[in-house]
């Protein structure tokens, strides 16, 4: 069984910086392909960011390249977003997820992560 525990969201104002992070726990964590999602109101969940087990690959959707990065440590068990340049469309609860098997294919797909944290709001005021 995964853990997976979000921290660092908030109210921040337009342009502001805020870092999200995620703590896992289970001893496999460096093998798993951690992702970000997010979700607004009246809007399905989409793919934020997401990055391999070992780093070397990453993905972000269009509207975040460029402001957002994602990051991983594993001797700490823990992957982050830093979001720079935020903007009031950013707004959304942040979902911290999980995929045990470390295949890099399909990211896009919510259902392909086995395992979710809480999520953590960001809100971005004008």
């Known amino acids: 069984q995964v853990q997976l525990v979000e921290s660092g969201g908030g109210l921040v104002q337009a342009g502001g910086s805020l870092r999200l992070s995620c703590a896992a726990s289970g001893r496999t964590f460096s093998s798993y392909v951690m992702a970000w999602f997010r979700q607004a109101p009246g809007k399905e969940r989409e793919l934020v960011a997401a990055?391999?087990?070992?780093?070397?690959?990453?993905y972000y959707t269009d509207s975040v390249k460029g402001r957002f990065t994602i990051s991983r440590d594993n001797a700490k068990n823990t992957v982050y977003l830093q979001m720079n340049s935020l903007k009031p469309d950013d707004t959304a609860v942040y979902y911290c997820?999980?995929?045990?098997?470390?295949?890099?294919?399909?990211?896009?797909?919510?259902?392909?992560?086995?395992?979710w944290g809480q999520g953590t709001q960001v809100t971005v005021s004008a």
């Open positions: 990055i391999s087990w070992s780093g070397g690959n990453t």
């Open positions: 997820a999980a995929d045990a098997t470390g295949a890099w294919a399909a990211l896009a797909n919510p259902r392909r992560f086995g395992y």
